[in-house]
């Protein structure tokens, strides 16, 4: 996730652009840069850190006179934070200059074949080829040219394009990333969201798939990608700028939650190849990926409830042993490894103080490091042995949703292919559980647009004390995150219990009206748990039970259900994980706590 900005008109561009890129500081922010047109030649600069740094090279805009240009907030994917990686990316004879948000899946193929034509590359972005790509089509008409790239690029895009040989056009089109588009001062703006352009106008054209826009300082013309004119209504924005950055949402919890459809597809579909799974920077052979004797998952909090979840996918499907660890005791407890190993550090930020030295501690002991991490250039991401990213893009709440939801779509995609290269699925099996993976974003989606269920049923526990989460296997993990979700957002007492435990002392602290919110989505295990809903609510429990759809059975032994959609039986936690977050959040939300920012905690946790 990255921020565009554009403008053409009567105005000095750089002052706008930069204004705007302030409004999208939220959609990434570990470079920015700008690219002003003069009518004599292109003017760019590019700096590493927050948008204040270029803002200061550029004297707040003073130093790029023009009044057409493109700007750009980062958010690393390809390539890691630093000057020139930043957008915009030019062409070599700088007639051409491009922004991009977005993740172009074909970038490496497309990349050799431009170099095989003599085209340098300067960075190591995936944005790099777009610019060569449309320098090597160019045929003096600039439409022509964006439609015969788009047919080349796979991926998501939202581009603001400017040629210097039309000095008085702006160009923007996108794919499955969001772009805008108004009328500003004298002149038009394009931006990937709302609260960029609110300051110029609140009439905004939101830009369809696969749509390109040609402005100039006085028009604005849509076109489809077979160069059809389209007619477009424009669509009245009534929030204000508060409200446009989390897009309309009350907190950016319940943003990043409607956002995990996108951030989940975004995460497994450049590693699916028709039906095989390609994970190139795993950089394994199949022969060392079938010599792998042990994994060990270590990670802090949720990314931890990742790797719970993890071990049971990665030894069922893959049969391969796993053990899991918090960061924080792995790092003592001097754990056994030897070149059988392989460790896989999950997290978020890429700077949690814990799970960094656990990265240190396994590459000291000799042992192989895969990092599982959402913020590219992070520390974890840079010291480990190989890297995959999440592509979550940036997560502001401190309770993580959308990342947590990527890691767990990370590590199945990992034990898919794990299992399909040591022979433990086949590959009839294999093809089913990418159907099932493919079908998961709309699951969330249908699960998330059931809020208002959840949220009735939360306003009726908002003064509750303690809360059970229950459940076995999967389900066990499942409920380590929804009680996390819970108590750290909303100050609840809260605990996860593996079910069959429950007896065995915690048994004793249900009374009459504990909430008890059991998870019941594996069938093997679906009998033993409505023993144990049975056994609690016989104690006084009120239960909460998550569960199948089909599982009625449970109608009877709990006092609510909430049904999630059918899918296998390791990725039931991307889908019970959603009732449960909205829980958490609406609970939050009625007792009128700090839901984007709980108290005692840090979005990245640096310190031991
Ligand atoms: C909980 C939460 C934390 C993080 C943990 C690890 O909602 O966000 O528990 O999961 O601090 O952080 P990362 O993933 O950045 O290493």
Redo the contacts with the bound molecule.
């Keep these: 996730m990255c921020g565009i900005v554009g403008y053409v008109g009567e105005q000095k561009a750089a002052p706008i652009l930069l204004d705007g890129l302030g409004k999208l500081e939220y959609r990434g922010y570990d470079s920015a840069g700008i690219a002003v047109y003069d009518g004599k030649k292109i003017g760019m600069k590019k700096a590493k850190g927050r948008l204040k740094v270029l803002s200061e090279l550029t004297h707040d805009g003073e130093t790029l006179p023009g009044t057409l240009g493109i700007g750009h907030t980062r958010w690393a994917t390809h390539g890691e934070p630093s000057d020139v990686n930043a957008h915009p990316h030019l062409n070599a004879e700088e007639s051409i200059v491009v922004v991009h948000n977005g993740i172009i899946e074909n970038y490496m193929k497309l990349k050799k074949k431009l170099i095989g034509r003599g085209y340098q590359f300067l960075s190591d972005t995936d944005t790099e080829v777009i610019v060569h790509l449309l320098d090597y089509y160019y045929n003096g008409n600039p439409l022509q040219t964006i439609t015969k790239i788009m047919h080349r690029m796979e991926g998501s895009y939202a581009l603001g394009i400017i040629f210097k040989d039309h000095p008085e056009e702006l160009y923007a089109v996108r794919k499955d990333s969001p772009l805008i588009v108004g009328h500003a001062k004298s002149g038009c703006i394009i931006a990937s969201d709302v609260p960029a352009v609110l300051k110029y106008t609140r009439d905004v054209y939101f830009i369809e798939n696969e749509e390109i826009v040609r402005m100039k300082k006085d028009s604005m013309e849509f076109f489809t990608v077979d160069e059809e004119v389209i007619e477009k209504e424009s669509v009245h924005i009534a929030w204000d700028v508060d409200a446009a950055e989390k897009g309309g949402y009350e907190h950016f919890m319940l943003k990043e939650m409607y956002e995990q459809p996108k951030a989940i597809t975004d995460t497994f579909s450049p590693r699916l190849k028709g039906n095989t799974i390609e994970i190139e920077e795993l950089n394994m052979s199949d022969e060392e990926i079938q010599s792998i004797r042990k994994l060990m998952i270590v990670?802090?909090?949720?990314?931890?409830h990742a790797g719970v979840t993890a071990k049971y996918v990665l030894e069922g499907m893959a049969r391969v042993p796993v053990e899991v660890d918090l960061a924080s005791e792995y790092r003592y407890r001097d754990a056994l490894i030897d070149e059988g190993t392989l460790i896989i550090i999950?997290?978020?930020?890429?700077?949690?103080a814990d799970?960094l030295a656990a990265l240190r501690e396994s590459k000291q002991k000799g042992a192989r490091v895969l990092g599982i991490v959402?913020v590219v250039g992070s520390s974890i991401a840079r010291e480990a042995d190989n890297v995959m990213y999440t592509w979550a893009g940036p997560e502001i709440a401190?309770?993580?949703t959308k990342?947590?939801s990527c890691q767990l779509i990370a590590l199945y995609l990992l034990a898919m292919k794990f299992a399909k290269v040591r022979g433990t699925i086949t590959e009839s099996e294999l093809v089913q559980y990418i159907e099932d993976l493919k079908r998961i974003p709309d699951q969330v989606e249908l699960l998330l647009n059931n809020k208002n269920r959840i949220q009735k049923f939360a306003n009726r526990y908002l003064a509750a004390r303690d809360v059970f989460f229950i459940g076995r296997g999967i389900d066990y993990a499942i409920s380590l995150e929804g009680s996390?979700?819970l108590k750290?957002i909303s100050y609840i007492h809260s605990e996860a219990y593996a079910a069959g435990e429950l007896k065995h002392g915690t048994i004793s602290l249900i009374e009459e009206g504990t909430l008890v919110a059991a998870v019941l989505t594996q069938e093997n295990l679906y009998k033993k748990m409505l023993s144990n809903v049975v056994e609690v609510r016989t104690r006084g429990a009120f239960v909460l039970a998550v569960t199948n759809e089909g599982n009625d059975q449970v109608e009877k032994a709990a006092d609510y259900v909430i049904y999630i959609p059918k899918t296998n039986q390791y990725f039931t936690n991307s889908l019970a994980i959603i009732p449960l977050q909205l829980f958490g959040y609406y609970i939050s939300v009625g007792k009128g706590c700090d839901v984007d920012k709980p108290r005692n905690l840090a979005?990245?946790?640096t310190v031991e």
């Design positions: 990670a802090c909090g949720s990314a931890y999950i997290s978020q930020s890429g700077e949690t799970s959402n401190v309770a993580t990342a947590y996390l979700k750290e979005k990245s946790v």
